[in-house]
């Protein structure tokens, strides 16, 4: 398996061609702007992800709370305790 990965990146010599290109394409200013850039978007990404995972672990925590909050109206419509035990005594 590792080897299938160390085949599918670039090493050695086509690295430094690739990065040759790259610098042409592209000229020594404008190379950090779009560093700059792609940096600005990957703090972006992260972001979101943070984002996101804090609204889906505050939906979730809601909804458990929906659930024991049904789960103790229904216990209590039925004429049951907490420990679930009926209220009535038998005489």
Do not use: C, N, Y
């Not at 978007?41 to 889906?56: M, N, T």
């Amino acid at each position: 398996m590792t080897d299938l990965i160390a085949i599918a990146f670039p090493q050695g010599p086509e690295l430094i061609i690739i990065l040759v290109i790259f610098l042409l394409l592209f000229g020594g200013a404008k190379i950090p702007q779009l560093m700059k850039g792609i940096g600005k978007g990957v703090g972006e990404f992260q972001a979101g992800l943070h984002q996101g995972k804090r609204a889906l672990a505050k939906a979730m925590e809601e909804a458990t709370d929906e659930d024991a909050d049904a789960d103790e109206d229904t216990g209590k419509k039925a004429g049951k305790t907490e420990t679930g035990q009926s209220d009535k005594t038998e005489a």
